[in-house]
């Protein structure tokens, strides 16, 4: 599953070692393979920065 995001531009950052057989009683199957680690993935942004955009701040006083 991982290259499926590899090649839609993720890169991995980092892992949390036996993430799932340490925070989960039973084991987790995905595609036939048991997950152990928590892979974290990162995906650059910089391809938007030509974007106009606006955060608003919500006024709460007109409620």
Do not use: Q, W
């Amino acid at each position: 599953m991982i290259s499926f995001y590899e090649k839609s531009g993720f890169r991995k950052s980092y892992k949390i070692k036996n993430f799932f057989v340490d925070n989960y009683e039973k084991p987790i199957y995905e595609c036939g393979i048991r997950l152990t680690d928590m892979i974290y993935l990162t995906k650059s942004l910089n391809h938007l920065a030509h974007l106009n955009i606006e955060t608003r701040k919500t006024d709460n006083k007109n409620k």
